[in-house]
């Protein structure tokens, strides 16, 4: 997955990027408000995590192998206790 859109509105064409993360954005405003929003917590571990588009891609790996984990524990049947 691509992440070209940008960050804050969605516009298709998102032409700047931020600085340290990759993450993409239509405008300065837009980055402002996003960097105002939340972004300015993330942006570092996004870096470490190899930029924007890692970040979320390992982001969605998780949820997936949760979403895995928690399927087979539920086809597991489960057995009364003995007494």
Same mark, same amino acid.
Do not use: F
């Given at each position: ?5 940008? +960050? *804050?509105?969605? =516009?298709? *064409? =998102?032409?700047?990027?931020?600085? $340290?993360?990759g993450t993409h954005?239509?405008? @300065? $405003?837009? !980055?402002?408000?996003?960097? +105002? ?7 570092? $571990? ?7 588009? !890692?970040?979320? &891609?390992? /982001?969605k790996a998780a /949820?997936? &192998?949760? +979403? &895995?984990?928690? =399927?087979? &524990?539920?086809?597991? @049947? *489960? $057995? =009364? @206790?003995?007494?």
């Amino acid at each position: 997955m691509l992440l070209t859109t940008c +960050a *804050v509105c969605g =516009a298709e *064409v =998102a032409k700047k990027l931020c600085g $340290r993360c990759g993450t993409h954005y239509c405008s @300065p $405003r837009c !980055q402002e408000e996003h960097w +105002a929003s939340g972004h300015k917590k993330k942006c570092k $571990r996004m870096e470490r995590a190899g930029g924007a588009e !890692q970040y979320y &891609a390992n /982001e969605k790996a998780a /949820e997936s &192998a949760l +979403a &895995a984990i928690d =399927a087979c &524990a539920a086809s597991i @049947p *489960v $057995r =009364a @206790p003995e007494t």
